[in-house]
Every structure is written in C-alpha cells, then in structure tokens.
C-alpha cells in the first residue's frame, strides 16, 4: 500500500460499516461477492475514490460509490458521508417467503411435509410468474 491515495477495499468495507467485521471483508472478498470497478476484488485490491464497490451479502446487492477514504472504523454518521449508496431498495418483506428447512439429522421427510412444501413452492411460483397477456 505504497500509494496514499488508497486503501484495501476490506479495509474500507468494514470501516464505512458496510459489514460488521474486517474478517467478514476479507471472507467475502475471497468468496468473490465484492467487485471494484466491475473487477472481482481480492482482500488487498485498491479503492480509491470515485471507485465503484459492489457487495453481496445476506441475499441482497449494495452498489457504492467511494466518496472519502477512511483506513478505521467511524461512526454511522460519518460512515454515510465516505459513500454514495447506489444500490437497489430492499425486496419488501411480503415477498420474501421463508423456505422450510429441516434440522441437520432429523431423517427423511414424511409424505406430510412434502405436501407442505410443494404447497409453499407453489404460492412462491404463483407470487413470481410475469404477468400472461390475454
């Protein structure tokens, strides 16, 4: 990190608060959810401001535009003015449908919680089709 105008983009993703700790970063970073400019980013990649940072996480997409660099952990308030947050609302919770999972080693499921299933598949199926045209 000779340049300093940069900073490693785990760094900058923990210090703006965008996951809660800097192990989560770098995890996320070699899991490749974290993309710079459009390029899968390894924990020690550059960011510099006007750079593009894109993160997935908890099934959601966070688009960011850095703004300022900060190398430690600030406040929310300040956490806000280092980022441009450009990243698509939330899904609303309606349409999030828990998918029912089963217990590590609770055995086969019976032909009761097929059903079930199969029900709850289907009301997902049907809340998801694109609209027919008639």
Same mark, same amino acid.
Request: charged fraction near 35%; aromatic fraction near 2%; charge should be positive.
């Given at each position: 990190?000779?340049?300093?105008?940069?900073?490693?983009?785990?760094?900058?993703?923990?210090?703006?608060?965008?996951?809660?700790?800097?192990?989560?970063?770098?995890?996320?970073?070699?899991?490749?959810?974290?993309?710079?400019?459009?390029?899968?980013?390894?924990?020690?990649?550059?960011? #510099?401001?006007?750079?593009?940072?894109?993160?997935?996480?908890?099934?959601? !997409?966070?688009?960011?535009?850095?703004? #300022?660099?900060?190398? #430690?952990?600030?406040?929310?308030?300040?956490?806000?003015?280092?980022?441009?947050?450009?990243?698509?609302?939330?899904?609303?919770? !309606?349409?999030?449908?828990?998918?029912?999972?089963?217990?590590?080693?609770?055995?086969?499921?019976?032909?009761?919680?097929?059903? !079930?299933?199969?029900?709850?598949?289907?009301?997902?199926?049907?809340?998801? !089709?694109?609209?027919?045209?008639?």
């Amino acid at each position: 990190m000779g340049d300093e105008g940069s900073v490693r983009v785990d760094l900058w993703i923990w210090s703006v608060r965008l996951l809660k700790t800097r192990s989560m970063a770098t995890t996320a970073c070699r899991a490749g959810h974290v993309r710079v400019n459009d390029q899968r980013a390894k924990p020690s990649t550059a960011v #510099k401001p006007g750079d593009v940072v894109r993160l997935r996480h908890d099934g959601r !997409e966070r688009i960011v535009v850095v703004q #300022k660099l900060v190398r #430690k952990r600030v406040g929310a308030p300040a956490a806000q003015e280092c980022l441009i947050d450009k990243s698509p609302p939330p899904p609303p919770r !309606e349409a999030l449908i828990p998918i029912g999972r089963r217990e590590r080693g609770a055995g086969r499921p019976t032909k009761r919680d097929r059903r !079930e299933l199969e029900r709850v598949l289907d009301r997902y199926r049907i809340l998801n !089709e694109p609209p027919k045209d008639d």
